[in-house]
T-cell receptor
Framework: EADIYQTPRYLVIGTGKKITLECSQT?????MYWYQQDPGMELHLIHY???????EKGDLSSESTVSRIRTEHFPLTLESARPSHTSQYLC???????????FGPGTRLTVL | SQKIEQNSEALNIQEGKTATLTCNYT??????LQWYRQDPGRGPVFLLL?????KEKRKERLKVTFDTTLKQSLFHITASQPADSATYLC?????????FGTGTKLQVIP
């Protein structure tokens, strides 16, 4: 079982709210990722980090931001949520030099 | 543009048979290819990785082949069980980046 955690698991909020999705891993992995996945669709990379103070945007344009102040923590923030942000958000991590991605359980976000 | 194609329709097979899932790609030269399993409402779980210079990799009842000329990977589950029912994703890896396919849903019928 991978030691990567996401909270909350489910979130229903109103339009315009600011939210932060939490992701933590206890494996000491340098690389961390955020993906967005709609039902039956592929995972889209929205942000990634190769270490502390390193963050990059992924392939999918996103209005979210991330930070990496500590190795184990990679939160994702939406300043003003919209219905188009409704989706599943998956966090993953990889050890330095490795390729296997360990995924968290995901956060199912619904914006009304 | 880069494209990964997996069987979009669900694959239904009888318990005990071998399931074969296909991953085709275009406009891509991956250094490695991975297969993941994803259950409903959960994150993907890594199964196997095969590198561009490898033709075949096995792990218990799982077998993956990788043909860089055909730009195709086949994923086999032998002696399939109902517990193998899930969506299987292929992912292509290159420099700093992994791209996932949409997955194939496998249903093993008892």
């Amino acid at each position: 079982e991978a030691d990567i955690y996401q909270t909350p698991r489910y979130l229903v909020i109103g339009t315009g709210k600011k939210i932060t999705l939490e992701c933590s891993q206890t494996m000491g992995h340098d690389k961390m990722y955020w993906y967005q996945q709609d039902p039956g669709m592929e995972l889209h990379l929205i942000h990634y980090s190769y270490g502390v103070n390193s963050t990059e945007k992924g392939d999918l344009s996103s209005e979210s931001t991330v930070s990496r102040i500590r190795t184990e923590h990679f939160p994702l923030t939406l300043e003003s949520a919209r219905p188009s942000h409704t989706s599943q958000y998956l966090c993953a991590s990889t050890a330095a030099g490795g390729h296997e991605q360990f995924f968290g359980p995901g956060t199912r976000l619904t914006v009304l | 543009s880069q494209k990964i194609e997996q069987n979009s329709e669900a694959l239904n097979i009888q318990e005990g048979k071998t399931a074969t899932l296909t991953c085709n790609y275009t406009n891509y030269s991956p250094a490695y290819l991975q297969w993941y399993r994803q259950d409903p409402g959960r994150g993907p779980v890594f199964l196997l990785l095969i590198r561009e210079n490898e033709k075949e990799k096995r792990k218990e009842r799982l077998k993956v082949t990788f043909d860089t000329t055909l730009k195709q990977s086949l994923f086999h589950i032998t002696a399939s069980q109902p517990a193998d029912s899930a969506t299987y994703l292929c992912a292509l890896g290159g420099y700093q980046k992994v791209t996932f396919g949409t997955g194939t849903k496998l249903q093993v019928i008892p």
